[in-house]
Protein backbone atom coordinates (compact mmCIF):
# COMPACT_ATOMS: atom_id res chain seq x y z
CA UNK A 1 0.00 0.00 0.00
CA UNK A 2 1.30 3.60 -1.15
CA UNK A 3 -0.05 6.63 1.04
CA UNK A 4 -4.12 5.63 1.12
CA UNK A 5 -3.40 3.90 -2.21
CA UNK A 6 -4.68 -0.12 -2.10
CA UNK A 7 -3.35 -2.11 -4.88
CA UNK A 8 -4.99 -5.19 -5.48
CA UNK A 9 -3.50 -8.33 -7.74
CA UNK A 10 -6.53 -10.06 -9.61
CA UNK A 11 -6.74 -13.52 -10.98
CA UNK A 12 -9.42 -15.07 -12.89
CA UNK A 13 -8.96 -18.86 -13.98
CA UNK A 14 -12.88 -20.09 -14.00
CA UNK A 15 -12.73 -21.51 -17.72
CA UNK A 16 -10.70 -21.02 -20.37
CA UNK A 17 -9.05 -17.14 -20.05
CA UNK A 18 -6.45 -16.87 -17.65
CA UNK A 19 -6.38 -13.50 -16.60
CA UNK A 20 -5.06 -11.10 -14.41
CA UNK A 21 -5.32 -7.29 -13.70
CA UNK A 22 -4.16 -4.88 -11.30
CA UNK A 23 -6.16 -2.00 -10.05
CA UNK A 24 -5.03 0.93 -8.16
CA UNK A 25 -8.17 1.50 -5.60
CA UNK A 26 -10.88 1.72 -8.63
CA UNK A 27 -9.12 2.26 -11.54
CA UNK A 28 -7.82 -0.10 -13.05
CA UNK A 29 -4.10 -0.02 -14.12
CA UNK A 30 -3.70 -3.28 -16.69
CA UNK A 31 -6.05 -6.28 -17.74
CA UNK A 32 -3.85 -8.92 -19.46
CA UNK A 33 -5.68 -12.16 -20.62
CA UNK A 34 -4.43 -15.04 -22.16
CA UNK A 35 -7.36 -16.47 -24.61
CA UNK A 36 -7.66 -20.42 -24.71
CA UNK A 37 -8.16 -21.14 -28.96
CA UNK A 38 -7.50 -24.97 -28.56
CA UNK A 39 -11.22 -25.76 -27.70
CA UNK A 40 -12.27 -24.56 -30.48
CA UNK A 41 -11.70 -27.83 -32.80
CA UNK A 42 -13.94 -29.65 -30.01
CA UNK A 43 -16.64 -27.54 -30.30
CA UNK A 44 -16.92 -26.83 -26.59
CA UNK A 45 -14.66 -26.10 -23.53
CA UNK A 46 -12.22 -29.50 -22.87
CA UNK A 47 -11.64 -29.25 -19.23
CA UNK A 48 -8.52 -30.92 -19.41
CA UNK A 49 -7.31 -28.78 -21.71
CA UNK A 50 -8.04 -26.13 -19.98
CA UNK A 51 -6.37 -26.58 -16.58
CA UNK A 52 -3.38 -27.68 -18.55
CA UNK A 53 -3.33 -24.32 -20.57
CA UNK A 54 -3.83 -22.08 -17.93
CA UNK A 55 -0.69 -23.81 -16.27
CA UNK A 56 1.15 -22.82 -18.95
CA UNK A 57 -0.47 -19.38 -18.65
CA UNK A 58 -0.57 -18.11 -15.62
CA UNK A 59 2.89 -16.92 -14.94
CA UNK A 60 3.30 -14.76 -18.25
CA UNK A 61 0.16 -13.22 -17.74
CA UNK A 62 0.50 -11.91 -14.21
CA UNK A 63 4.21 -10.80 -14.94
CA UNK A 64 2.71 -8.85 -18.30
CA UNK A 65 0.13 -7.61 -15.97
CA UNK A 66 2.36 -6.07 -13.30
CA UNK A 67 4.64 -4.78 -15.81
CA UNK A 68 1.75 -2.81 -17.99
CA UNK A 69 0.66 -1.34 -14.58
CA UNK A 70 4.30 -0.78 -13.53
CA UNK A 71 3.64 -1.63 -10.36
CA UNK A 72 6.00 -4.30 -8.54
CA UNK A 73 5.42 -7.14 -6.16
CA UNK A 74 6.26 -5.13 -3.20
CA UNK A 75 3.57 -2.45 -3.82
CA UNK A 76 0.44 -5.06 -4.10
CA UNK A 77 -1.92 -4.60 -0.93
CA UNK A 78 -3.78 -8.49 -1.25
CA UNK A 79 -4.23 -10.83 -3.51
CA UNK A 80 -7.64 -11.55 -5.13
CA UNK A 81 -8.65 -14.71 -7.23
CA UNK A 82 -12.03 -16.35 -8.69
CA UNK A 83 -12.90 -19.11 -6.21
CA UNK A 84 -15.76 -20.64 -8.02
CA UNK A 85 -17.96 -21.32 -9.77
CA UNK A 86 -16.36 -22.89 -12.70
CA UNK A 87 -14.53 -25.39 -13.88
CA UNK A 88 -12.40 -27.69 -10.96
CA UNK A 89 -9.35 -28.17 -12.68
CA UNK A 90 -9.34 -24.75 -14.04
CA UNK A 91 -9.97 -23.09 -10.50
CA UNK A 92 -7.29 -24.85 -8.92
CA UNK A 93 -4.55 -23.50 -11.59
CA UNK A 94 -5.61 -20.05 -9.55
CA UNK A 95 -6.32 -20.92 -6.58
CA UNK A 96 -3.04 -22.47 -5.99
CA UNK A 97 -1.21 -19.28 -7.67
CA UNK A 98 -2.68 -16.95 -5.29
CA UNK A 99 -2.40 -18.38 -1.94
CA UNK A 100 1.57 -19.43 -2.62
CA UNK A 101 1.91 -15.98 -4.23
CA UNK A 102 0.01 -14.49 -1.13
CA UNK A 103 2.27 -16.46 1.16
CA UNK A 104 5.28 -15.49 -0.15
CA UNK A 105 4.55 -11.82 -0.10
CA UNK A 106 2.77 -11.74 3.48
CA UNK A 107 -0.31 -10.01 2.42
CA UNK A 108 -3.77 -10.80 2.58
CA UNK A 109 -5.92 -13.28 0.10
CA UNK A 110 -9.39 -12.28 -0.85
CA UNK A 111 -11.77 -15.24 -2.46
CA UNK A 112 -14.47 -13.54 -5.28
CA UNK A 113 -17.16 -15.37 -6.47
CA UNK A 114 -16.82 -14.89 -10.02
CA UNK A 115 -20.72 -13.95 -10.84
CA UNK A 116 -20.26 -11.13 -8.29
CA UNK A 117 -17.64 -9.96 -10.20
CA UNK A 118 -19.41 -10.08 -13.24
CA UNK A 119 -22.06 -7.42 -12.32
CA UNK A 120 -19.09 -5.51 -10.45
CA UNK A 121 -17.50 -5.16 -13.60
CA UNK A 122 -19.87 -1.88 -13.79
CA UNK A 123 -17.98 0.39 -11.11
CA UNK A 124 -14.56 0.27 -12.88
CA UNK A 125 -12.81 3.35 -13.37
CA UNK A 126 -10.21 3.48 -16.86
CA UNK A 127 -8.82 7.09 -18.28
CA UNK A 128 -10.78 8.80 -15.43
CA UNK A 129 -14.20 7.71 -15.59
CA UNK A 130 -16.14 4.31 -15.57
CA UNK A 131 -16.59 2.09 -18.00
CA UNK A 132 -20.06 1.61 -18.79
CA UNK A 133 -22.59 3.25 -21.00
CA UNK A 134 -25.73 4.09 -19.73
CA UNK A 135 -28.69 4.36 -21.80
CA UNK A 136 -30.62 7.20 -22.75
CA UNK A 137 -28.48 9.28 -20.25
CA UNK A 138 -25.00 9.07 -20.96
CA UNK A 139 -23.73 11.12 -18.59
CA UNK A 140 -24.70 8.78 -15.11
CA UNK A 141 -22.58 6.01 -15.73
CA UNK A 142 -22.61 3.44 -13.12
CA UNK A 143 -26.02 2.12 -11.53
CA UNK A 144 -27.54 3.44 -8.19
CA UNK A 145 -28.19 0.78 -5.62
CA UNK A 146 -30.53 -1.06 -5.48
CA UNK A 147 -30.14 -2.08 -8.90
CA UNK A 148 -30.35 -5.29 -11.10
CA UNK A 149 -28.45 -7.31 -13.18
CA UNK A 150 -28.90 -9.81 -15.80
CA UNK A 151 -25.79 -12.07 -16.09
CA UNK A 152 -25.70 -13.91 -19.13
CA UNK A 153 -23.18 -16.07 -20.57
CA UNK A 154 -21.55 -19.13 -22.07
CA UNK A 155 -22.42 -20.92 -18.03
CA UNK A 156 -24.56 -18.39 -16.76
CA UNK A 157 -27.99 -17.11 -16.50
CA UNK A 158 -29.14 -15.30 -13.40
CA UNK A 159 -31.00 -12.27 -12.50
CA UNK A 160 -29.46 -10.10 -9.32
CA UNK A 161 -30.56 -7.30 -6.75
CA UNK A 162 -27.48 -5.84 -6.07
CA UNK A 163 -28.17 -3.90 -2.93
CA UNK A 164 -24.75 -2.88 -2.34
CA UNK A 165 -21.33 -3.33 -3.68
CA UNK A 166 -21.35 -6.60 -1.73
CA UNK A 167 -24.84 -7.73 -0.85
CA UNK A 168 -26.50 -9.42 -3.57
CA UNK A 169 -30.15 -11.27 -3.73
CA UNK A 170 -29.95 -14.42 -6.04
CA UNK A 171 -33.98 -13.31 -8.09
CA UNK A 172 -33.92 -15.92 -10.37
CA UNK A 173 -31.59 -18.30 -12.64
CA UNK A 174 -31.38 -21.42 -14.78
CA UNK A 175 -32.62 -24.74 -13.63
CA UNK A 176 -30.51 -25.99 -16.80
CA UNK A 177 -28.37 -24.61 -19.51
CA UNK A 178 -27.26 -21.23 -20.01
CA UNK A 179 -28.36 -19.18 -22.60
CA UNK A 180 -24.41 -19.07 -23.75
CA UNK A 181 -24.84 -22.52 -24.42
CA UNK A 182 -28.49 -22.36 -26.49
CA UNK A 183 -26.79 -19.76 -28.38
CA UNK A 184 -23.89 -22.13 -28.83
CA UNK A 185 -25.10 -25.41 -29.30
CA UNK A 186 -28.12 -23.77 -32.24
CA UNK A 187 -25.36 -22.64 -33.54
CA UNK A 188 -22.96 -25.83 -33.61
CA UNK A 189 -26.31 -27.72 -34.88
CA UNK A 190 -26.26 -25.43 -37.89
CA UNK A 191 -22.39 -26.51 -38.64
CA UNK A 192 -21.07 -22.88 -37.45
CA UNK A 193 -18.17 -23.39 -35.47
CA UNK A 194 -17.25 -22.51 -31.67
CA UNK A 195 -18.46 -20.62 -29.93
CA UNK A 196 -21.22 -19.58 -32.21
CA UNK A 197 -23.52 -16.77 -30.34
CA UNK A 198 -21.65 -14.33 -32.19
CA UNK A 199 -21.71 -15.68 -35.78
CA UNK A 200 -25.93 -16.27 -35.03
CA UNK A 201 -25.65 -12.45 -33.69
CA UNK A 202 -23.99 -11.50 -37.30
CA UNK A 203 -26.18 -13.65 -39.24
CA UNK A 204 -29.21 -12.92 -37.82
CA UNK A 205 -28.66 -9.19 -38.51
CA UNK A 206 -29.55 -10.15 -42.67
CA UNK A 207 -32.62 -12.07 -41.22
CA UNK A 208 -36.58 -12.32 -40.89
CA UNK A 209 -36.86 -12.18 -37.17
CA UNK A 210 -40.77 -13.61 -37.12
CA UNK A 211 -40.37 -16.50 -40.00
CA UNK A 212 -39.63 -19.33 -37.24
CA UNK A 213 -41.21 -19.50 -34.12
CA UNK A 214 -39.75 -21.83 -30.51
CA UNK A 215 -41.84 -23.10 -27.81
CA UNK A 216 -41.35 -21.35 -24.48
CA UNK A 217 -40.00 -23.51 -21.60
CA UNK A 218 -43.06 -23.08 -18.26
CA UNK A 219 -40.33 -22.42 -15.28
CA UNK A 220 -41.22 -21.33 -12.00
CA UNK A 221 -41.09 -17.88 -11.11
CA UNK A 222 -38.05 -15.75 -12.06
CA UNK A 223 -36.43 -18.87 -13.20
CA UNK A 224 -35.21 -20.05 -16.88
CA UNK A 225 -35.22 -22.84 -18.61
CA UNK A 226 -32.98 -23.68 -22.17
CA UNK A 227 -32.83 -26.75 -22.41
CA UNK A 228 -36.17 -27.43 -24.15
CA UNK A 229 -35.67 -24.46 -26.33
CA UNK A 230 -32.42 -26.18 -27.58
CA UNK A 231 -33.70 -29.98 -28.32
CA UNK A 232 -36.97 -27.97 -30.19
CA UNK A 233 -34.41 -26.31 -31.95
CA UNK A 234 -32.67 -29.67 -32.84
CA UNK A 235 -36.21 -31.27 -33.88
CA UNK A 236 -36.79 -28.29 -35.59
CA UNK A 237 -33.90 -28.35 -37.92
CA UNK A 238 -34.03 -32.08 -37.90
CA UNK A 239 -37.56 -31.89 -39.79
CA UNK A 240 -37.23 -29.37 -42.11
CA UNK A 241 -33.43 -30.73 -43.34
CA UNK A 242 -35.60 -34.37 -43.91
CA UNK A 243 -37.88 -32.46 -46.69
CA UNK A 244 -35.38 -30.09 -47.80
CA UNK A 245 -31.67 -31.06 -47.53
CA UNK A 246 -30.91 -27.10 -48.50
CA UNK A 247 -33.31 -26.17 -45.37
CA UNK A 248 -30.23 -24.44 -44.11
CA UNK A 249 -28.42 -22.61 -46.26
CA UNK A 250 -31.55 -21.07 -47.81
CA UNK A 251 -32.71 -19.95 -44.23
CA UNK A 252 -29.55 -19.66 -42.68
CA UNK A 253 -29.99 -15.51 -41.81
CA UNK A 254 -34.09 -16.32 -40.58
CA UNK A 255 -33.21 -19.26 -38.76
CA UNK A 256 -30.54 -17.39 -36.65
CA UNK A 257 -32.83 -14.45 -36.56
CA UNK A 258 -35.56 -15.58 -35.31
CA UNK A 259 -33.57 -17.82 -32.39
CA UNK A 260 -32.07 -15.32 -31.91
CA UNK A 261 -34.74 -13.20 -31.16
CA UNK A 262 -37.14 -16.21 -29.31
CA UNK A 263 -33.67 -16.34 -26.92
CA UNK A 264 -34.11 -12.19 -26.05
CA UNK A 265 -37.60 -12.03 -25.49
CA UNK A 266 -37.22 -14.94 -22.88
CA UNK A 267 -34.76 -13.04 -21.17
CA UNK A 268 -36.85 -10.08 -21.42
CA UNK A 269 -39.25 -11.04 -20.05
CA UNK A 270 -38.30 -12.43 -16.41
CA UNK A 271 -36.16 -9.19 -16.26
CA UNK A 272 -39.64 -6.91 -16.79
CA UNK A 273 -41.27 -8.80 -14.53
CA UNK A 274 -38.34 -8.93 -11.86
CA UNK A 275 -38.39 -4.99 -12.37
CA UNK A 276 -42.49 -4.43 -11.78
CA UNK A 277 -41.84 -6.81 -8.34
CA UNK A 278 -39.30 -4.57 -6.86
CA UNK A 279 -39.83 -1.50 -8.81
CA UNK A 280 -36.99 -0.79 -9.89
CA UNK A 281 -35.83 1.10 -12.66
CA UNK A 282 -31.88 0.21 -12.48
CA UNK A 283 -31.42 -2.25 -14.74
CA UNK A 284 -27.93 -3.67 -15.55
CA UNK A 285 -26.36 -6.50 -17.97
CA UNK A 286 -22.93 -8.26 -17.58
CA UNK A 287 -21.20 -11.25 -18.86
CA UNK A 288 -20.56 -12.14 -22.64
CA UNK A 289 -24.13 -12.83 -24.11
CA UNK A 290 -24.91 -9.27 -23.30
CA UNK A 291 -22.35 -8.45 -26.49
CA UNK A 292 -25.55 -9.19 -28.43
CA UNK A 293 -26.58 -7.09 -30.58
CA UNK A 294 -30.33 -8.22 -30.50
CA UNK A 295 -30.27 -7.98 -26.65
CA UNK A 296 -29.04 -4.81 -26.93
CA UNK A 297 -31.79 -3.42 -28.96
CA UNK A 298 -34.67 -5.43 -27.03
CA UNK A 299 -33.24 -4.00 -23.65
CA UNK A 300 -33.06 -0.04 -24.71
CA UNK A 301 -36.48 -0.53 -26.56
CA UNK A 302 -37.83 -2.11 -23.57
CA UNK A 303 -36.07 0.87 -21.35
CA UNK A 304 -37.69 3.14 -23.42
CA UNK A 305 -41.31 1.93 -22.67
CA UNK A 306 -40.64 1.04 -18.95
CA UNK A 307 -38.86 4.68 -18.19
CA UNK A 308 -35.57 1.77 -17.42
CA UNK A 309 -32.07 3.28 -16.85
CA UNK A 310 -29.63 0.67 -18.75
CA UNK A 311 -26.11 -0.07 -17.81
CA UNK A 312 -23.83 -2.09 -20.45
CA UNK A 313 -20.12 -2.67 -20.06
CA UNK A 314 -17.78 -2.26 -23.14
CA UNK A 315 -17.37 -6.26 -24.58
CA UNK A 316 -13.69 -6.93 -22.98
CA UNK A 317 -15.37 -6.56 -19.33
CA UNK A 318 -18.76 -8.02 -20.39
CA UNK A 319 -16.50 -11.71 -21.05
CA UNK A 320 -14.05 -13.40 -18.08
CA UNK A 321 -11.58 -10.87 -17.25
CA UNK A 322 -9.27 -9.99 -14.52
CA UNK A 323 -10.48 -6.57 -14.04
CA UNK A 324 -13.74 -7.41 -12.49
CA UNK A 325 -12.16 -9.78 -10.13
CA UNK A 326 -9.79 -7.12 -9.17
CA UNK A 327 -12.55 -4.43 -8.73
CA UNK A 328 -14.43 -7.01 -6.39
CA UNK A 329 -11.26 -7.80 -4.63
CA UNK A 330 -11.00 -4.40 -3.67
CA UNK A 331 -14.35 -3.75 -2.02
CA UNK A 332 -13.45 -6.57 -0.04
CA UNK A 333 -10.25 -5.03 0.80
CA UNK A 334 -11.89 -2.15 2.53
CA UNK A 335 -14.51 -4.35 4.77
CA UNK A 336 -11.45 -6.75 5.17
CA UNK A 337 -13.00 -9.59 4.28
CA UNK A 338 -10.04 -12.16 4.20
CA UNK A 339 -9.73 -15.77 3.84
CA UNK A 340 -7.14 -17.98 5.38
CA UNK A 341 -4.67 -20.25 3.12
CA UNK A 342 -6.84 -23.09 3.80
CA UNK A 343 -9.73 -21.92 1.09
CA UNK A 344 -10.42 -23.92 -1.48
CA UNK A 345 -11.87 -23.51 -5.22
CA UNK A 346 -15.85 -24.45 -5.72
CA UNK A 347 -16.88 -25.72 -8.46
CA UNK A 348 -20.80 -24.49 -7.48
CA UNK A 349 -20.22 -21.51 -6.03
CA UNK A 350 -24.02 -19.74 -5.01
CA UNK A 351 -23.71 -15.97 -4.58
O1 LIG B 1 -18.71 -14.50 -20.34
P1 LIG B 1 -18.14 -15.39 -21.41
O2 LIG B 1 -16.98 -14.91 -22.20
O3 LIG B 1 -17.67 -16.76 -20.81
C1 LIG B 1 -18.40 -17.52 -19.93
O4 LIG B 1 -19.18 -18.35 -20.43
O5 LIG B 1 -18.25 -17.31 -18.69
O6 LIG B 1 -19.36 -15.76 -22.39
C2 LIG B 1 -19.18 -16.56 -23.54
C3 LIG B 1 -20.53 -16.77 -24.18
C4 LIG B 1 -20.50 -17.81 -25.30
O7 LIG B 1 -21.60 -18.67 -25.14
C5 LIG B 1 -20.65 -16.95 -26.57
O8 LIG B 1 -21.26 -17.62 -27.64
C6 LIG B 1 -21.53 -15.83 -26.05
O9 LIG B 1 -21.00 -15.53 -24.76
N1 LIG B 1 -21.50 -14.62 -26.90
C7 LIG B 1 -22.55 -14.23 -27.63
C8 LIG B 1 -22.13 -13.06 -28.32
N2 LIG B 1 -20.84 -12.81 -27.99
C9 LIG B 1 -20.47 -13.78 -27.10
N3 LIG B 1 -23.79 -14.74 -27.74
C10 LIG B 1 -24.64 -14.09 -28.56
N4 LIG B 1 -24.32 -12.99 -29.27
C11 LIG B 1 -23.09 -12.44 -29.18
N5 LIG B 1 -22.79 -11.34 -29.87
ZN1 LIG C 1 -18.13 -15.65 -16.62
Not at 145 to 158: D, E, I, N, Y
Not at 217 to 228: D, T
Not at 240 to 259: G, H, M, R, T, W
Not at 323 to 334: E, Q
Given at each position: ??????????????C????C??????????N?????????????????L??R????????T?????K?A??????I??????R????M???????????S??????????????????????????????IG???????????????????V???H???????????????????????????????????L????GPL??????????E???????????????F?????S???????????N????????Y??C??Y????????L??????????G??Q?????????????????????????????I?????????????????Y??????E?????V??????P?
Amino acid sequence: MKGDKVYILGIESSCDDTSCAIMENEVLLSNITASQTIHEQYGGVIPELASRDHQKNIVPTVDAALKKAGVNLSQISAIAFTRGPGLMGSLLVGTSFAKSLSMALHIPLIEVNHMQAHVLAHFIELGGKKIGTQWPNSELLTPNFPFLCLTVSGGHTQIVKVNSHLEFELLGETVDDAVGEAFDKAAKILGLPYPGGPLIDKYAQKGNAEKFSFPKSKVPELNYSFSGIKTSFLYFIHDNVKQNPKFIEENLYDICASYQNHLVKVLLSNLIEASKIHGIKQIAVAGGVSANSELRKQLKETGGKLNWEVFIPPFEFCTDNAAMIAITGYYKFLKKEFCDLSVVPEARYPL
